[in-house]
Nanobody, 115 residues
Framework: VQLVESGGGLVQPGGSLRLSCAAS????????MSWYRQAPGKERELVAF????????VPEDSVKGRFTISRDNAKNTVYLQMNSLNGEDTAVYYC?????????WGQGTQVTVSS
């Protein structure tokens, strides 16, 4: 199993980014996927979740209405569209999947929101 994130970088407040997570080594369409983030000095937190059928939820109140998770099963890729970014969104963003009772994480991609 391999999860590889991309799309992070430096963005100004109010800007947008789209993160991608390319998955391999398992039948992607059969598993839910999630995005987490971890800011400096803080615990890792769940940002968004999408199930196998594409039903999604964004449990983190601070990003509701700004972040959207989606998936393309033909490309084995899950996305996180982030709009109206602010400094509190600065963090390392991780792709996550739980497969057959095991947890798998990507290496993370840094998102920095700063002027």
């Amino acid at each position: 199993v391999q999860l590889v994130e991309s799309g992070g970088g430096l963005v100004q407040p109010g800007g947008s980014l789209r993160l991608s997570c390319a998955a391999s080594g398992f039948t992607f369409s059969r598993y839910a996927m999630s995005w987490y983030r971890q800011a400096p000095g803080k615990e890792r937190e769940l940002v968004a979740f999408i199930n196998e059928a594409g039903g999604s939820t964004v449990p983190e109140d601070s990003v509701k209405g700004r972040f959207t998770i989606s998936r393309d099963n033909a490309k084995n890729t899950v996305y996180l569209q982030m709009n109206s970014l602010n400094g509190e969104d600065t963090a390392v963003y991780y792709c996550y999947a739980r497969i057959n009772t095991r947890d798998f994480w990507g290496q993370g991609t840094q998102v920095t929101v700063s002027s």
